[in-house]
């Protein structure tokens, strides 16, 4: 167990390091987020109507549960870039735990999510988003979204096991996450949606989790959303971290 947590941190160090040297992928978890607020805020802002809340307060808790999903990409990226480069082999001729390659992998994920979420906070806060809640209901979010997104790393990470290339992560990644965060009720009111498309928007995960994310921090009707948003996460991790590992250790033994 020493070694196993040991070599996890070293990992998710290694992990860390590169995104300075990586200025692309630093602008994912900065540049870009703000600018999709600006642009919703300011571009669309004025032509989606959600009664009882100002746009920018019903926009940043389901921009951020977006965000926070596609944390783990650099995760598809870096286990496709290793497996292509045949740095997996090398991982196996060391001494060190199997699991942490992947544990480290998620585990950086926290620190790059953690990040993001205080990049959109603050942008938010700027252009007049506000709390409506306790302290303790501010952080319970906080909490709720590391969770969800560390649930999310694990998918990305069984993706880009399965594909041949980086490139082949990011694009599969894009697929299968994006229209799942625009069919639920984070930028707009679900019952604004035709009827099939509602009944599929309220039942997605992404509704759960922004909806309980608004209960958290805009005192908004909780109803079963807080804790089914942490039923769905671990769900999530219960399912994808073994097939993750499973399919790591298929691609190590090859």
């Given at each position: 167990?020493?070694?196993?947590?040991?070599?996890?941190l070293?990992?998710?160090?290694?992990?860390?390091?590169?995104?300075?040297?990586?200025?692309?992928?630093?602008?994912?978890?900065?540049?870009?987020?703000?600018m999709?607020?600006l642009?919703?805020v300011?571009?669309?802002?004025?032509?989606?109507?959600?009664?009882?809340?100002?746009?920018?307060?019903?926009?940043?808790?389901?921009i951020?549960?977006?965000?926070?999903a596609?944390?783990?990409?650099?995760?598809?990226?870096?286990?496709?870039?290793?497996?292509?480069?045949g740095?997996i082999?090398r991982?196996r001729?060391?001494?060190?735990?199997r699991?942490?390659v992947l544990?480290g992998r998620t585990?950086a994920?926290?620190v790059?999510?953690t990040?993001?979420?205080?990049?959109?906070?603050?942008?938010?806060?700027?252009?007049g988003f506000?709390?409506?809640?306790?302290v303790?209901?501010?952080?319970?979010?906080f909490?709720?979204?590391?969770?969800?997104?560390?649930?999310?790393?694990?998918?990305?990470?069984?993706?880009?096991?399965?594909?041949?290339?980086p490139?082949?992560?990011?694009?599969?990644?894009?697929i299968?996450?994006?229209?799942?965060t625009?069919?639920?009720?984070?930028?707009v009111?679900?019952?604004?949606m035709?009827?099939?498309?509602?009944?599929f928007?309220?039942?997605?995960?992404f509704?759960v989790v922004?909806d309980?994310?608004?209960?958290?921090?805009?005192?908004?009707?909780?109803g079963?959303?807080?804790?089914?948003?942490?039923v769905w996460?671990?769900?999530?991790i219960?399912?994808?971290?073994?097939?993750a590992?499973?399919r790591?250790?298929?691609?190590?033994?090859?």
């Amino acid at each position: 167990m020493r070694r196993l947590v040991t070599d996890t941190l070293v990992i998710a160090e290694r992990n860390l390091i590169r995104l300075p040297r990586s200025p692309d992928l630093l602008l994912a978890f900065t540049v870009q987020p703000v600018m999709f607020v600006l642009l919703f805020v300011y571009v669309f802002g004025g032509a989606i109507s959600t009664p009882g809340y100002d746009y920018v307060d019903f926009l940043i808790p389901g921009i951020i549960v977006q965000n926070i999903a596609f944390g783990g990409f650099v995760t598809a990226l870096g286990l496709s870039e290793d497996l292509s480069k045949g740095l997996i082999d090398r991982f196996r001729s060391l001494p060190m735990a199997r699991p942490a390659v992947l544990a480290g992998r998620t585990l950086a994920d926290v620190v790059t999510n953690t990040l993001s979420v205080i990049v959109l906070l603050v942008t938010g806060l700027i252009i007049g988003f506000s709390f409506h809640a306790s302290v303790g209901e501010v952080l319970l979010g906080f909490v709720l979204l590391i969770v969800f997104g560390y649930a999310f790393s694990w998918i990305f990470a069984l993706l880009g096991l399965m594909v041949s290339s980086p490139e082949a992560a990011n694009s599969l990644g894009f697929i299968a996450v994006f229209p799942l965060t625009f069919i639920s009720s984070a930028f707009v009111p679900t019952d604004s949606m035709p009827s099939a498309l509602q009944w599929f928007a309220d039942v997605n995960p992404f509704t759960v989790v922004v909806d309980a994310m608004r209960s958290l921090w805009l005192g908004a009707p909780a109803g079963n959303s807080v804790w089914g948003a942490f039923v769905w996460s671990a769900v999530i991790i219960a399912v994808f971290a073994p097939l993750a590992v499973s399919r790591y250790r298929r691609a190590a033994s090859r």
